[in-house]
C-alpha cells in the first residue's frame, strides 16, 4: 500500500513512549501532538523541536513544551520515511539548564538501536 505525498505518515509509538505521553496534561498533548502531525507531513515545528545530536547521524528530534512550571519532552526519529517513530515521552525533572538527562539519553539510544536492528535485520 503507497501513500500519497499529501497523507501523513503512519505515527509509531516504541515503548511505552504512548502512556507515557497520555499522562502528559491535555495542553501539552495537544501542542505536542500538532508538532508530531507536522513531522508526519514532513515538516518541522518552528519553535518547539530541536535535532539532538550525539545518535550516529539519525535523524532524531526533540520537541518541547513547559506547562504550569513543567518541563515535557517528546523524542521522535525520521530516519526511515516509511513512519514517524516516537521513541521516547517523558516529563524533564533535571534542574541542570536545558539539557536532556543522562538516562532519558540511554534510553533514546537503546530504543533507536533495536529500531535500527528491525529496519535493517541486523541481529
Given amino acids: 500500500m503507497s501513500r500519497k ?3 501523513p505518515r503512519p505515527l509509531i ?4 513512549s504512548k502512556a507515557d505521553f497520555m499522562a ?4 501539552v498533548q495537544r501542542e505536542m501532538g500538532y508538532a508530531l502531525f507536522l513531522a508526519q507531513m514532513g ?3 518552528s519553535t518547539m523541536a530541536r535535532t539532538l545530536s550525539g545518535f550516529g547521524g ?16 517528546a523524542v521522535y526519529s525520521v530516519r526511515y520515511a516509511d513512519a514517524v517513530y516516537v521513541l521516547h ?6 534542574k541542570k539548564g536545558i539539557a536532556t538527562p543522562k538516562a532519558e539519553l540511554d534510553l533514546i ?3 533507536l ?6 529496519k535493517e535485520g541486523r541481529q
Fill in 5 to 7: 505525498a499529501d497523507e
Fill in 13 to 16: 509509538w516504541r515503548g511505552a
Fill in 24 to 27: 502528559f496534561p491535555r495542553f
Fill in 43 to 45: 515538516g518541522r515545528h
Fill in 58 to 73: 539519525a535523524a532524531v528530534v526533540e520537541i518541547r513544551e513547559s506547562y504550569d512550571g513543567n518541563a515535557y519532552r
Fill in 89 to 94: 515521552a517523558f516529563q524533564k525533572k533535571s
Fill in 109 to 111: 539510544e537503546r530504543r
Fill in 113 to 118: 538501536k533495536n529500531l535500527i536492528k528491525e
